[in-house]
């Protein structure tokens, strides 16, 4: 029998505004095996999407978004030369994630507004629970009154599977309560609908909805639930520490 270990444990609670969005959705089966994958976490290589997240993020930010920029990037990532069959896996689902996303960025519904840098994300700590976060471009726009609201957009992908409506609010919900939790050192204030998630596989953009603030004392009180049952949660069948 193999004695080389499959899973690392995180100590501490932990989990990404992904996983919660996810969590707040899910069923309580589900909501189980989400914790428990937050807590152990396989040490096996996983292709994440980091290049296409890039680069969808600069032409977020861009003035003229044109959707040659995202085939050539694809193009060339099918071209790179891989020294192993995973990083040739990494580079084709990257490029999958690019192509994607350039037949449906016409169509998103983007806010009008300044686009910037997301800058340092900062993980937050809910009710014990460190959360990690993405943003993958931030807006800003100056009302009718001088006054600067601000918000950012998120990513999700998931090849051949539209995001569930419900998550993508939950997403976009979270992301607004972070950036009132964080605060801002000018005037700005973050607004709901510049705080979006964007479905890069369907084309579909969630703006926060209007309960964002229930929604985020709801996250907070799961983060509670998490905490409490992190000591409690047993690892994956057959995994080895």
Same mark, same amino acid.
């Given at each position: ?64 978004? #044109? ?19 995973? #990083? ?25 507004? #300044? ?127």
């Amino acid at each position: 029998m193999s004695t080389d270990k499959t899973h690392r444990e995180v100590k501490d609670p932990q989990i990404s505004a992904r996983f919660l969005a996810d969590y707040m959705f899910a069923s309580e089966l589900a909501r189980r095996t989400i914790v428990q994958s937050c807590k152990y976490r396989p040490i096996a290589r996983l292709v994440q999407h980091n290049e296409a997240k890039t680069t969808i993020s600069n032409f977020l930010m861009a003035e003229s978004r #044109e959707e040659s920029i995202l085939r050539e990037k694809s193009d060339s990532l099918r071209e790179r030369m891989a020294d192993s069959d995973f #990083e040739r896996d990494l580079f084709d689902h990257n490029a999958d994630y690019l192509d994607r996303f350039a037949s449906i960025s016409d169509q998103l519904d983007i806010p009008q507004s #300044e686009t910037y840098s997301h800058g340092k994300v900062v993980p937050l700590s809910l009710s014990g629970v460190r959360v990690t976060s993405e943003i993958h471009c931030r807006f800003r726009r100056l009302t009718k009154s001088n006054k600067v609201k601000t918000g950012g957009a998120t990513l999700r992908y998931a090849k051949g599977k539209p995001l569930n409506p419900e998550v993508g609010a939950w997403q976009s919900a979270f992301l607004l309560g972070y950036l009132r939790f964080v605060g801002t050192e000018d005037a700005s204030e973050p607004e709901g609908k510049l705080c979006i998630t964007i479905d890069a596989y369907a084309g579909e953009v969630f703006p926060a909805p209007t309960d964002s603030i229930s929604r985020f004392k709801n996250m907070m009180a799961a983060c509670e639930s998490i905490a409490e049952r992190w000591p409690k949660i047993k690892p994956p069948k057959n995994a080895r520490l």
